[in-house]
Every structure is written in C-alpha cells, then in structure tokens.
C-alpha cells in the first residue's frame, strides 16, 4: 500500500473523530476516558498552523487514519522539537502504513525545521512501541503510574529521534 498524507480540514474531523472515540472507548492507547466533544478535538488535533500540521492518511484511495504535529512545550527554546501522534482505523494496523506515516512525517518535520521529533506512548502498546523503535526512535524516558484507565494505573514510554539537519 502507497500512503500519502493530505492536509486536515475541517470537514475532516467527523472521521478523526471516529477513528479516536474507538481508542477512548477500547483501549488505553489514549488517556481520555470520554469522547470528546468535537470543539475539543478541534483545540488539540489543529488546522491551519504553518508549523505543526495535521493530516489525513490515505492508503490505497481508503482513508486509515490521522496523524499530527503538536507543539512540544510552549516556550520558543523548543520550537525545533515537535511531538507526533498517529491514530489508524483498527483494520489498517500491523500492514506498514504506521512505518510509512512516519517516514513521511520526518520529511515533512526537517523541511519545517523540525530536528526532533517526540512519541509518547502507553508503555503497554507494544504495537505502536515497534514502530517506534522500528523507525529508529530511541526510548528517552519512562513515566511509572501517571494515568488512570479502565481501574488500572498505567505508564507511558517517551521516544525520541533526533533528525538530521
């Protein structure tokens, strides 16, 4: 499967929405534990920003998934930081488009001067952890017991991958 990312619009969100209210109502991939509205998926999955972009995937003409650049922290010393997040329908997982999104996502972060790129991930996501690991980010940080989910305390593993610039 070829993937290609497209630009986010507002029209779009109906689908993200979709594809995240599965994860908030089955996994733990996500810490939300209620849909959200979708006013507030807009304030967190923008549109528009020159830098931190939002995307469609597209495999094969099927729309799999959303992917995004969030800002890393709010002070300009971190401007050249950028934290990723991928999101794909159920169906479409363990078939590469992760790995190809990802890819994607590091040419798109270098030609924005992005030169560090963040995933931070539920520690018992072995899936997303692969891909992560697959695409040469390295784990940096390991948080014990910070979320709450299902009645279970859960951790979460940060990765990094330093771009060259």
Do not use: W
Not at 75 to 104: C, H, M, N, S, V
Not at 125 to 146: D, H, M, P, T, W
């Amino acid at each position: 499967m070829k993937v290609e990312l497209t630009d986010l619009r507002d029209k779009d969100y109906e689908i993200v929405k979709e594809i995240y209210d599965y994860y908030v109502v089955n996994t733990t991939v996500t810490f939300a534990n209620e849909k959200p509205a979708l006013s507030e998926l807009k304030e967190t999955i923008v549109t528009g920003h020159a830098k931190y972009k939002s995307y469609l995937i597209i495999a094969d003409s099927n729309i799999c998934g959303f992917c995004y650049f969030s800002q890393y922290r709010k002070r300009q010393a971190y401007d050249r930081t950028a934290e990723i997040t991928i999101y794909l329908k159920p169906e479409f997982a363990g078939k590469g488009i992760g790995k190809q999104t990802l890819e994607k996502l590091k040419t798109i972060a270098l030609e924005n001067g992005i030169a560090v790129l963040i995933g931070t991930i539920t520690a018992e996501n072995l899936q997303s952890i692969r891909l992560f690991e697959n695409c040469g980010f390295e784990k940096c940080a390991y948080f014990r017991q910070v979320g709450k989910k299902f009645n279970r305390l859960l951790d979460v593993v940060a990765y990094q991958k330093i771009l060259d610039i």
